[in-house]
């Protein structure tokens, strides 16, 4: 039986092990350069496995070494111990417990082995790689936030910005010359944006601050002209909604790209107007929207006026499910009952995905509506006489004098009153695209 104080040194002999190998696991990921043992594989950097075969290696070498140790201690106390038979038997304990500690070290690795040597020769399946953003050296990554305010907090080396993914969403990415997301000037100078697909990289070589977003459709407003697809310089996030447009791009806008929802079948389109409220007349771009039926992103560059932004979905694909067309009258309220007006009706089928012309070509048709001949002759067509419109669905219907145009997306019951034709100007050309 093992007395008291034989007891305490074998416990003290395990936990001293323990701390060992605690610490040591602890320092082990701090060296590069380990000593080479016989029997025990060197650990491969990087590789947690290799790391934890090592140390068990090293713990049943350690084992061994203080075992020997403990019995050269007791065979000189036995020697120095000849003439007191007390110290004597303190001697001899130890030795054999050094000797049983020795045989049940050898003896666990040995069993372990015997029963399962996976337990003794680790091996672990890493996980699978998960998705995210990522600072990369190229060959090992660190996990990367969606935007740095300052590039100089990136560890040394890791200047590369990894997209992994198995699928997703494109993701833009903002680089800006200063920190802070700064550029240049006030008018965002050297900032550029990248677009990124799963399993690519952007070096963030000279750059001061970054930000990421995920490509989703809409418009987006360029500070600089088309370079392709994208925007050649600073650019803005995703827009939908009509309204002021936002520093820095309004009165500063050059260029817009349109990002389309293919497998949503949602379609974009923008008219910019020269007022803060796109509700009102005044100068406007044409509308923008592709031309190309089933093409995703499309950049258009000459953008005239930028304080305010109309945007709508465009139907072109099932444009007569927007409704049965719009219907142009000489006299305001010309679908109520006994207004006697002259009708010029664009059908779903003529409109098709959108129509665009002149306001002289609308003649007035007066088949069963009882008209003095010269009525008939001041009011042939719409830009004539515009009177009214009826909207019968959902259709954008832009009306134009000039450069000044006014959009409306339902009736009209009296153009007398609205500003376009208030100041007495004639309705020239017209724009009428069906919209969901």
């Known amino acids: 039986m093992l007395n008291k104080k034989n007891k305490l040194f074998i416990l003290s002999l395990f936990i001293f092990l323990f701390i060992l190998n605690s610490s040591f696991a602890l320092a082990a990921f701090e060296i590069s350069d380990y000593p080479n043992i016989p029997g025990i594989k060197s650990p491969i950097e990087g590789s947690l496995e290799t790391y934890i075969g090592y140390l068990f290696g090293v713990a049943a070498y350690m084992a061994g070494a203080i075992a020997v140790i403990a019995f050269a201690i007791g065979a000189v106390q036995l020697i120095m111990s000849a003439a007191n038979p007390a110290l004597a038997s303190d001697a001899k304990d130890r030795m054999k417990n050094s000797i049983l500690g020795l045989i049940l070290s050898v003896a666990a690795v040995v069993i372990l082995q015997t029963i399962n040597p996976a337990i003794v020769n680790v091996n672990i399946t890493p996980l699978p790689e998960t998705d995210g953003l990522f600072y990369t050296n190229g060959s090992s990554y660190k996990s990367a936030p969606t935007s740095e305010a300052n590039t100089a907090n990136i560890a040394s080396g890791y200047k590369q910005l990894f997209y992994r ?3 997703g969403s494109v993701l833009l990415i903002w680089k800006f010359p200063k920190t802070n997301f700064e550029g240049n000037d006030d008018n965002y100078g050297g900032v550029t944006v990248v677009r990124k697909k799963c399993g690519e990289s952007e070096s963030l070589s000279g750059v001061g601050s970054f930000k990421t977003a995920f490509e989703t459709p809409g418009i987006y407003y360029c500070m600089d002209g088309c370079s392709g697809d994208m925007c050649k310089g600073y650019m803005s996030e995703a827009n939908l909604s009509s309204g002021i447009l936002p520093d820095p791009f309004k009165g500063n806008l050059n260029a817009i790209r349109i990002v389309n929802d293919l497998p949503g079948d949602k379609y974009y389109g923008v008219l910019f107007h020269s007022k803060d409220d796109p509700t009102a007349a005044g100068n406007c771009s044409d509308p923008l929207f592709s031309i190309y039926a089933n093409k995703e992103i499309e950049c258009f560059n000459n953008i005239s006026v930028s304080s305010s932004s109309t945007i709508f979905y465009w139907n072109h694909k099932d444009y007569k499910s927007s409704g049965q067309g719009v219907d142009f009258y000489s006299d305001p309220f010309g679908w109520g009952k006994g207004a006697r007006a002259g009708k010029y009706s664009l059908s779903a089928d003529t409109i ?31 830009q004539q006489h515009s009177g009214s419109i009826n ?25 007398k009153s609205t500003e376009i034709t208030a100041a007495g100007a004639s309705i020239e050309k017209i724009n009428v695209i069906p919209v969901k």
């Open 165 to 167: 993914c198995s699928t």
């Open 352 to 382: 098709k995905s959108s129509w665009t012309g002149q306001a002289s070509s609308l003649v007035f048709n007066y088949t069963g509506i009882v008209r003095p001949s010269g009525y008939k002759q001041l009011y042939q067509n719409f």
């Open 391 to 415: 909207v019968k669905g959902n259709y954008l219907v832009a009306l134009w004098a000039g450069p000044s145009c006014q959009v409306f997306f339902k009736d009209v019951v009296n153009l």
